[in-house]
């Protein structure tokens, strides 16, 4: 056992120095990576306005204003959120009012009841508690001198559910499409590291390696850009691309500030 952890502690060294280079630019990253999903969005119902309009009036049954009045309520909430996640300002706030942009689509578009769109949207979330985690951090580096008790159980919290929730991705994965000998192997394998991101055990190299293994997925299976302009699924594959983006985000946000005091990886420091 503990030559086992011995070349564990070594392995993390190894990688702690490869990745040393950029660690500095990880967050940064991290806050792009998980508003992409918004921007791209917000961009979208912008470029396709009159198709957005049709398709909620038409299907929906919305009327002709407040039709309007959602989808310019959307965009303008989703660009300047995004940019508040990205510029570290206000992030309790804009992930909060993100928040309530992806429940108001999945009702206004009627997808609350789709298993993906669910599935996918809960680890969205996670990413984004992650961002208030990691806002709760710089104000308690900003008042370091003051007592700060009730900042970090919130901050503990929100760590636990953010870690818990950006999983859901995974889930959703395994349990869609049709199973293959690779599938399975990568369907054990997503697991196990799932599970010790959820229970905050090696969370950081767990996080680190779904972060390697959501980019080669999404690389392969959500490549939007070799589908054909004409094709009615390239705006899925475009949604689910950058959705994917998004929780990579969350989990390098992990792999940044940790994964918070309710954790095996914290307990271990108390013995």
């Keep these: 056992m503990e030559s ?3 070349f564990s502690r070594k392995f993390e060294d190894l990688i702690d120095r490869i990745g040393q280079p950029i660690k500095p630019y990880i967050p940064a990253i991290a806050r792009f990576l998980i508003v992409v999903t918004f921007l791209e969005d917000a961009l979208r119902i912008t470029t396709q306005f009159s198709d957005q309009l049709y398709y909620l009036q038409r299907h929906r049954g919305f009327p002709r204003g ?13 660009f300047s959120c995004s940019i508040l996640v990205i510029a570290r300002k206000h992030t309790e706030y804009a992930a909060a009012a993100l928040f309530g942009v ?4 999945a009702l206004g578009y009627g997808l609350i009841f789709d298993a993906s769109f669910f599935l996918r949207n809960l680890s969205v979330i996670g990413g984004l508690l992650m961002v208030v985690s990691d806002g709760l951090n710089k104000r308690r580096q900003l008042f370091a001198g003051l007592p ?11 760590q636990l559910a953010g870690r818990v929730l950006l999983i859901f991705l995974f889930v959703g994965f395994a349990l869609h499409g049709s199973w293959s000998l690779t599938r399975v192997i990568g369907s054990i394998i ?3 590291a799932c599970v010790m991101v959820a229970i905050g055990f090696k969370a950081k190299w ?3 390696f779904l972060v390697l293994f959501l980019s080669v997925f999404n690389i392969v299976v959500n490549n939007w850009w070799s589908v054909d302009n004409a094709h009615m699924q390239k705006d899925f594959l475009k949604y689910d691309f950058f959705q994917t983006l998004s929780i990579m985000g969350g989990l390098l946000l992990l792999v940044t500030i940790g ?3 309710m954790s ?3 307990k271990k420091k108390d013995y």
């Design 4 to 6: 086992v952890q011995e």
């Design 66 to 78: 407040l039709s309007h009045l959602f989808l310019i309520t959307n965009v303008l909430t989703m």
């Design 102 to 105: 992806v429940i108001t689509q």
């Design 148 to 158: 700060s008790i009730t900042e970090n159980n919130k901050r503990t919290y929100f």
């Design 190 to 192: 997503g697991f196990g």
């Design 206 to 208: 767990s996080a680190m």
């Design 259 to 261: 994964p918070g005091g």
């Design 264 to 266: 095996m990886d914290e």
